[in-house]
């Protein structure tokens, strides 16, 4: 059964390593067999890798995008170690990954990862609310501390 993908005006889309751009109108396209492919909204650029989380997203999509997926095992190892050294809470999310990277399902440890980085997102907005917290007498204003 084809799969049908309709993109957005100058939307992209990776088919098997081509980054393709859509024209200035909406369009629909049937695929017919079997390939590798990412749509703009679940790629992550490596510009736009800004924390340890994404960096690991893009060694995925680099996994599932190469002919052979194997080259790029040993920099998900070490990303991955990095990240469970830094937030062991992360561990779940990395064997949720490596379970699919075992089964060779690349597409859905490319899922995975999406969800490490909200995770990830999640733990940076604890940390800056924690950060935020109820301030001192002394860190309030003057006229709220006369209050």
């Known amino acids: 059964?084809?799969?049908?993908?309709?993109?957005?005006?100058?939307?992209?889309?990776?088919?098997?390593?081509?980054?393709?751009?859509?024209?200035?109108r909406?369009?629909?396209?049937?695929?017919?067999?079997?390939?590798?492919?990412?749509?703009?909204?679940?790629?992550?650029?490596?510009?736009?890798?800004?924390?340890a989380a994404k960096r690991l997203c893009v060694t995925l999509q680099l996994i599932y995008l190469a002919d052979n997926p194997a080259e790029a095992d040993d920099l998900f190892v070490r990303q991955a170690n990095q990240l469970m050294e830094a937030?062991?809470?992360?561990?779940?999310?990395?064997?949720?990954?490596?379970?699919?990277?075992?089964?060779?399902?690349?597409?859905?440890?490319?899922k995975r990862g999406r969800d490490l980085v909200a995770y990830e997102r999640s733990l940076q907005a604890h940390l800056e609310t924690a950060q935020d917290g109820p301030r001192t007498q002394e860190e309030m204003p003057e006229k709220a501390r006369e209050e």
């Not at 084809?2 to 393709?20: F, S, T, V, Y």
């Not at 396209?29 to 890798?49: H, P, T, V, W, Y």
């Open 87 to 110: 937030a062991p809470s992360m561990a779940p999310y990395i064997l949720a990954i490596q379970d699919e990277l075992s089964a060779r399902q690349y597409h859905r440890a490319v």
């Open 26 to 51: 909406r369009s629909v396209f049937m695929i017919e067999n079997q390939c590798k492919f990412l749509r703009e909204s679940e790629i992550i650029f490596e510009g736009d890798a800004d924390t």
């Open 1 to 24: 059964m084809p799969l049908r993908i309709e993109l957005k005006p100058n939307e992209r889309l990776i088919i098997n390593g081509a980054l393709i751009r859509n024209g200035d």
